[in-house]
Nanobody, 123 residues
Framework: QVQLVESGGGLVQAGGSLRLSCAAS????????MAWFRQAPGKEREFVAA????????YYRDSVEGRFTISRDNARNTVALQMNSLKPEDTAVYYC????????????????WGQGTQVTVSA
């Protein structure tokens, strides 16, 4: 089992920045690819960003490319999502997720989830 706890959400004006953090406990963190998803009211959960177990490769949805940065610290069992130039359409609950070994972009491919953290971007 892997337990994930997100933090860092909040309310920010458009153009501002937030940094989300996800703390992992349980099995060996470095065995897991990590990802961030988000879900807005009335919409399906969607992929935001992912990072390989080593941190050597990262992946982003097109709408956040160049604005968001995913990173991980395997020594501290944490993964972060730095979000810059935020837009109102980024408003959602953001979830941290983990799966063994390989990165994936479908929510159904991830076995472990955090409880989510709300990000609200005002116009």
């Amino acid at each position: 089992q892997v337990q994930l706890v997100e933090s860092g959400g909040g309310l920010v004006q458009a153009g501002g920045s937030l940094r989300l953090s996800c703390a992992a406990s349980g099995r060996t963190f470095r065995d897991y690819a990590m990802a961030w998803f988000r879900q807005a009211p009335g919409k399906e959960r969607e992929f935001v960003a992912a990072i390989t177990w080593s941190g050597g490769r990262t992946y982003y949805r097109d709408s956040v490319e160049g604005r968001f940065t995913i990173s991980r610290d395997n020594a501290r069992n944490t993964v972060a999502l730095q979000m810059n130039s935020l837009k109102p359409e980024d408003t959602a609950v953001y979830y941290c997720a983990a799966r063994r070994v390989a990165v994936a972009t479908a929510p159904s491919d991830y076995n472990y989830w955090g409880q989510g953290t709300q990000v609200t971007v005002s116009a």
